[in-house]
């Protein structure tokens, strides 16, 4: 579990240019990353995907190849080489950063041969719908990892390894999804077209004895070579929801110490992710996806939206010790699969919200906080400039008062659409006290209780000029500017 006031950035963006420089930019700023506050990193898919040095990460090809073997075009990955990875990952331990590994369990892509196997297509949008006879196709399923030639782990992957396929390279066949003979989906998944086990590529069979083995001894060595401090993964509710607390016990009975977790149940329906939690024994927190998708509407409807409702069916309302709250991330990026963008105005105070609370483990992202310009070229060759306000300047703000004073009882004061805040009370070894204000409307106030009798506060934002002078039993009169965030802490000396 994460450790009280941490803060998680996730240290990637999808669009990073492809130039093999975030493990050495990691290295390079790992001791200002903890000097900030950061005290965990959550990294990319280190291995080697069907893209070569251009792949994300996702479309995983050979999860023993991390940048070190040439194998799709490539020795690196997009990120770097597998020496700077370790070397990346040192340092940001020596900062004292905990480092979490992206592990991508659910499919494989880009098979060295294809082979010959009975199976039947179903509908892509209701699994539960078979649209033909069974038949023989031509699976991508022979996996032999030549470039690495049996270097790490000599085993070779087929047919019989996975569940599904989605293409048929006897007919150029995309259409479907293949269920392979003598296979089932797993219905311990999101139920979302009628069972959401298959998402692409080929369809790893948690059910066999050989797959959960080779995931084991992968696990295995993937910690002693890199000795991570946790996982986050990917697609959970596209895999058995059960193989992950099954796994996770193995890793930590093999290194034998804490692994922390945290699952990417991407859905905005609350129920589903308290079923996964329920499943998996607690096992695994979960990223806030309801959380983001309310930020995301906040951020649309502006003055319309009613903040009181701001975490209304989220995790952190309802699970706050398993919920992982973010405001963006790489998927919902623009352009992207699940593209479901926070616009830039409401950012500060999505993460005002985060951030300066007591509950949920709060989660950076790497182009909110440095920016992001990029341009995307899309299947017919048309571009589009993308740009992402770097709101780095504030996110320091916030992470300096949530280390100073974000400490003590909190009080809400949820009492207005356009205008709500908190405090935080202090404690007798970090007083002081601090206020909240956001506001997605006019210029609003709020009368609030910090604690500290006439005690003289200044906005740390710098949107409000004018300090606060609470009153003899610790309340004062807290303002804010429109659409806008004010953070206020005790005036001190420097």
């Known amino acids: 579990m994460p450790a009280v006031n941490g803060v998680m950035m996730q240290y990637f963006h999808w669009y990073l240019p492809a130039d093999g420089s975030l493990w050495n930019e990691l290295a390079e700023r790992a001791q200002t990353l903890a000097d900030i506050g950061v005290t965990s990193v959550w990294l990319p898919p280190a291995y080697k995907g069907v893209g070569g040095g251009m792949d994300v990460g996702y479309g995983v090809y050979d999860m023993y190849d991390l940048g070190e073997f040439d194998q799709k075009g490539s020795v690196r990955t997009k990120y770097g080489t597998k020496d700077e ?27 060295d041969h294809t082979e010959k196997v009975t199976a039947t297509p179903f509908n892509p949008e209701n699994r539960l719908e078979a649209i033909g006879e069974p038949r023989t196709i031509e699976a991508c399923t022979h996996f032999t990892f030549s470039g690495r030639d049996g270097k790490h782990c000599d085993m070779e992957w087929h047919w019989w390894h996975f569940s599904s396929v989605d293409y048929d390279a006897a007919t150029e066949d995309d259409g479907a999804i293949f269920l392979l003979e003598d296979k089932a989906f797993d219905t311990e998944v999101d139920l979302e077209k009628g069972g959401f086990d298959f998402l692409m590529g080929c369809d790893l069979d948690m059910s066999h004895p050989e797959v959960q083995g080779a995931l084991k001894q992968w696990g295995e060595w993937y910690l002693d070579t890199t000795d991570v ?27 034998g110490r804490p692994l922390f977790a945290v699952g990417e149940y991407w859905s905005g329906d609350i129920e589903a992710l ?12 979960l990223f806030d996806a309801p959380l983001h998708y309310n930020f995301m509407a906040a951020s649309q409807q502006g003055r319309d939206y009613d903040l009181r409702t701001i975490f209304d069916g989220t995790l952190v309302q309802q699970q706050p010790a398993l919920a992982v709250t973010l ?21 500060p105070l999505a993460y ?9 483990y709060p989660c950076l992202f790497y182009a909110d906080y440095y920016g992001a310009h990029y341009v995307d070229t899309d299947d017919k060759g048309d571009e589009q400039e993308i740009w992402m306000d770097s709101h780095q ?25 356009n205008t709500v805040g908190w405090t935080h009370r202090g404690t007798a070894e970090n007083p002081g006290g601090m206020a909240v ?57 420097k």
């Open 85 to 111: 990875y370790v070397t990346a990952i040192e340092a940001a331990r020596a900062a004292g950063i905990r480092v979490y590994a992206d592990v991508v369990l659910n499919h494989k892509l880009g098979a």
């Open 229 to 255: 401090d946790g996982f986050r993964f990917d697609a959970v509710k596209h895999v058995r929801a059960g193989f992950f607390p099954d796994w996770l016990m193995h890793c930590r009975q093999h290194v």
């Open 274 to 285: 308290h079923h996964f939690i329920d499943v998996t024994g607690g096992d695994v927190t």
């Open 327 to 347: 405001v963006e991330n790489h998927d919902s990026q623009p352009l992207q699969s699940l593209e479901s963008v926070v616009e830039s105005w409401f950012k």
């Open 352 to 360: 005002a919200l985060i951030l300066l609370r007591q509950e949920g």
């Open 393 to 417: 300047w504030l996110i320091d703000k916030f992470l300096d008062a949530r280390h100073t004073y974000a400490h003590g009882d909190q009080y809400d004061y949820f009492d207005h659409a």
């Open 437 to 493: 204000v956001i506001s997605n409307g006019d210029g609003g106030h709020k009368w609030m209780q910090v604690g500290q009798p006439n005690t003289k506060y200044i906005d740390t934002t710098e949107h409000i000029e004018e300090p606060v002078t609470t009153n003899d039993e610790g309340w004062g009169e807290f303002f804010c500017s429109a659409g806008s965030v004010s953070v206020w802490v005790p005036r001190t000396s």
